[in-house]
């Protein structure tokens, strides 16, 4: 469906998604506990015939982005299952930053596949000379804003320059890739 660049890290396959990833996509995103994080805001998939359109349009959309843009569907290599979706898109409103995100099955949460999923999109886009790529995070999201840090983006401050709602911004740039970088200073306190 798309011409998404299939990446590969040590327990994953992120590749193009597929009209057949329909039932493994819902899982994902029929959760409203992953879909009510997202930027741009974006309601739970109700069922399967919701869930084939949007991956149309993913898909669509995906063959129009310029690398190293894109959606990819990610797989558990060891089982071949679905278990979520990650991005690399353009931020508007001008399409200069570039957004790395990933959205996984509640199930397979805290296994460390939204880190390797991370360094997987982010070696592609700096391997297309992108020098930086930003996470937003919704002001309240504590599991995204300590998944960005440990995967080693710093918090930069906080704008609503993307999408028009606050959101928490985190770079990464190729020498944070590096275990040895230094931490990222945590965002101020919120209720």
């Known amino acids: 469906m798309t011409a998404t660049t299939v990446l590969t890290t040590e327990r994953l396959t992120l590749r193009p998604w ?3 990833d329909a039932p493994a996509a819902l899982e994902v995103y029929g959760h409203t506990e992953v879909t009510r994080w997202l ?3 974006m309601d739970r998939v109700p069922d ?3 869930m084939r359109l949007l991956l149309q ?5 995906s063959e129009r982005l310029p690398a190293p843009a894109g959606r990819w569907a990610v797989q558990r290599d060891s089982d071949g299952l679905v278990i979520g979706g990650a991005v690399l898109l353009p931020l508007p409103p001008g399409e200069e930053d570039l957004e790395i995100g990933w959205q996984l099955r509640p199930d397979t949460w805290g296994h460390g596949y939204a880190t390797e999923t991370t360094h997987a999109l982010a070696a592609w886009a700096f391997s297309q000379d992108v020098h930086e790529v930003f996470a937003v995070v919704r002001p309240g999201n504590a599991r995204a804003a300590a998944t960005v840090r440990n995967n080693g983006m710093h918090w930069v401050g906080e704008t609503t320059k993307y999408y028009g709602v606050e959101l928490q911004v985190f770079r990464l740039r190729r020498a944070d890739l ?3 970088a230094p931490a990222s200073p945590q965002p101020h306190d919120r209720d």
């Open 39 to 41: 930027s741009p805001e």
């Open 18 to 20: 597929q009209l057949e």
């Open 57 to 61: 349009q993913w898909a669509a959309e």
């Open 178 to 180: 590096d275990s040895a």
């Open 48 to 50: 399967s015939a919701a």
